[in-house]
């Protein structure tokens, strides 16, 4: 048995000398024979029959001779080049029958990568997408900050005028531009925490809410808008004051 198997059925007890019921299987005729007791000999560690991204499947192991099947798989571990083990395990296996073939033989590498085949494919989408929307976020902060301090020109110039410095025109500036991106930081990881069941379909081994990668995303957000903002910021600084007043 799998360890999936003792914790759901056993309460976690020691397996070994227990006996369970199991309906036996006849090959020669449909459906399965009457009830069989097994004798459990070995607990094995738990096992992912459909995929790595799949939850453990609670699972059991019998020899050909309890449980005899149509279909039979080979597994073999070795060291070396992956074509050459296979190469000799289809010599290995023609020694006994030259007629037997090896149907599509994989490397656990491979197995595990056509596992996640469909799940890499949204997340590259969604990365793409993701990508995309925070090269238009700082492109419409850069925008919409160069005109409203364009606008504040008359402003800047006067604050110049009275002794306000390069630095602190900067950084009031930089100051009203980042309380919307504060903001829409806030929504975001809101949203985020929102959607934690349909952001975990799409995600293997990782939390949604990891608060590491959470926080990581957070501050090269803020970090990439707040560079939007001190482009059009220290523009606004380097400007004459008096040739602003004049023109007005």
């Not at 020691?14 to 005729?29: C, D, F, M, Q």
């Not at 790595?52 to 149509?70: K, T, W």
Request: net charge positive.
């Amino acid at each position: 048995m799998n360890e999936s198997f003792v914790k759901a059925y056993l309460s976690g007890e020691n397996a070994l000398g227990k006996r369970i019921l199991v309906e036996k299987i006849a090959p020669s005729r449909h459906g399965l024979g009457p009830m069989t007791a097994w004798q459990i000999v070995g607990v094995v560690a738990d096992e992912k029959a459909d995929g790595v991204d799949q939850v453990e499947d609670v699972g059991a192991y019998a020899s050909f001779a309890q449980d005899p099947v149509v279909g039979l798989g080979l597994v073999a571990r070795g060291t070396g080049d992956a074509g050459t083990l296979i190469k000799s395990i289809q010599m290995a296996v023609w020694r006994f029958n030259k007629n037997q073939v090896l149907s599509a033989p994989m490397t656990m590498q491979r197995i595990k990568e056509e596992s996640l085949t469909f799940r890499r494919l949204p997340a590259v989408l969604l990365g793409g997408f993701a990508l995309l929307a925070m090269v238009l976020a700082c492109t419409g902060i850069y925008g919409v900050l160069s005109f409203v301090t364009a606008w504040r020109k008359q402003e800047l110039g006067i604050r110049a005028v009275l002794g306000a410095s390069r630095g602190a025109l900067v950084r009031m500036v930089v100051g009203g531009g980042s309380i919307p991106v504060f903001a829409g930081i806030g929504l975001g990881l809101g949203g985020a925490a929102g959607l934690t069941r349909f952001i975990r379909s799409m995600l293997f081994a990782t939390d949604p809410l990891d608060m590491t990668t959470m926080a990581t995303v957070a501050l090269l957000l803020l970090s990439v808008a707040l560079i939007a903002c001190l482009v059009p910021a220290w523009r606004a600084s380097r400007v004459d004051p008096m040739s602003v007043l004049r023109q007005e």
